[in-house]
């Protein structure tokens, strides 16, 4: 679950009050400066190369904002990453399969930063071996730099790319090419194929499948609540844990205060918080224009991170078409409430046997929108 300000605003309905607190120079102070500025500094400050890079990559798109990677600096020239076991969401991913995606993503724009200054990056996924049933404290891969490296043209759209959870608009389509391109972008990484929905009966079938699994999502206890105590509400809160699920802006942050919106408003079902949270997610849901989705032969570790290199690597091409992209997993999650919608999911996408939907993500045409949180890199270095 991801929360966006669109729909909250509505709660405050006529409430004059709440909205001029809303206004003038409280609003012009509520943006988590602190909380956004790895993205203004990626690659300014740094210049030890490894650190250089890791700038960049911890920008990358991860479940929940939970930015589950954690490194170590060893000898002069490796990275060895690590899953911080603390950041991992134990009911919604209990196979940390989407936190491994998350740390795919994250070696992609590692391989890409180098590479951009001139190094290549040697990964070598889990060295040491790996569990299928949950991330360990092995390494998920050691990473060697190497002077060389060839530029990677998707690159240029690290800084701007988003994951954008706002409605899109109904009225643009995204053109044949546009979807192709983006699919294509998947192309070099092996083992994972991407497809794609771009009109039609599919395109519907999709946005009522990924609204359900939505639904059933709130609907499940465990699940919403993993969500739930990830919200950061408020600029304050934001600051102080750069991750999780963001609700900033004047706007909620004044909501919040008057009580209106809470992490228990939100999660107590007779609500209007929680009834304006489900119809807002309905209008997420419903305004997917076109889909992709990656798949990959088995489900192995291996496959999770290289799904995640082609994911990042899908979202930066949709970026340079100038195409907003956001995430829909909840269809396909392995707890045991939602087996018959990632069933359904299944024979909708006609995923082959033993094959595995990795990603499913909408894409569409949504409002502009600022970068979500990140801790800045040098909390994510393990010092000895
Ligand atoms: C494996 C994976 C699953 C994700 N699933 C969802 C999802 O179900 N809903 C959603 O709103 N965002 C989803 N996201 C997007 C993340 O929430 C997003 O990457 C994170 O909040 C950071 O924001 P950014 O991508 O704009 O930097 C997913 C991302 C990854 C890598």
Redesign the pocket.
């Known amino acids: 679950m991801?929360m966006t300000r669109r729909s909250f605003i509505k709660i405050a309905g006529s409430s004059a009050v709440i909205l001029a607190a809303g206004a003038g120079t409280f609003a012009m102070t509520r943006e988590p400066t602190k909380a956004l500025e790895p993205w203004s500094i990626a690659g300014t400050v740094e210049t030890e190369p490894r650190r250089k890079a890791l700038s960049y990559a911890i920008?990358a798109?991860?479940?929940?904002?939970r930015q589950p990677w954690m490194v170590d600096l060893a000898g002069d020239d490796e990275i060895v990453l690590y899953c911080d076991p603390d950041r991992r969401l134990p009911i919604t991913d209990p196979f940390n399969r989407?936190i491994t995606?998350?740390l795919g993503?994250f070696l992609e724009l590692l391989r890409m930063a180098a590479a951009e200054d001139g190094y290549r990056a040697d990964i070598t996924p889990f060295p040491d071996g790996y569990s299928d049933e949950q991330l360990d404290n092995r390494p998920v891969a050691r990473v060697k730099l190497v002077k060389a490296g060839t530029p990677d043209p998707l690159f240029r759209h690290v800084l701007e790319?988003?994951?954008n959870?706002e409605p899109f608009d109904l009225a643009r389509s995204v053109v044949a090419s546009d979807i192709a391109a983006i699919a294509q972008a998947a192309d070099p990484v092996s083992g994972v194929s991407a497809h794609t929905a771009g009109a039609g009966d599919m395109v519907a079938k999709l946005r009522d499948l990924t609204w359900r699994g939505f639904l059933k999502e709130m609907e499940t206890d465990d699940a919403a609540m993993e969500s739930v105590h990830l919200m950061r509400i408020g600029k304050s809160e934001i600051e102080a844990n750069p991750d999780g699920i963001d609700m900033g802006g004047a706007m909620l942050e004044t909501l919040n205060l008057f009580g209106v919106l809470t992490r228990e408003t939100i999660a107590d079902r007779s609500t209007t918080a929680y009834q304006q949270g489900l119809d807002m997610y309905r209008e997420i849901t419903g305004t997917g224009m076109a889909y992709v989705w990656l798949i990959t032969a088995s489900n192995t570790r291996l496959d999770q991170i290289s799904a995640?290199s082609a994911?990042i690597r899908t979202n930066l091409q949709a970026t340079a078409q100038g195409v907003d992209m956001?995430?829909?997993?909840?269809v396909l999650q392995e707890y045991s409430e939602m087996s018959d919608l990632y069933a359904e999911t299944d024979r909708l996408l006609q995923t082959p046997a033993g094959a595995r939907v990795q990603?499913l993500a909408r894409l569409g045409y949504g409002p502009q929108i600022k970068?979500?949180p990140r801790w800045r890199a040098e909390t994510r270095i393990r010092t000895a």
């Open positions: 991801a920008l798109p991860n479940p929940h904002n989407q995606i998350g993503c790319r988003r994951s959870k995640g994911y956001h995430p829909l997993s909840q990603m970068p979500s």
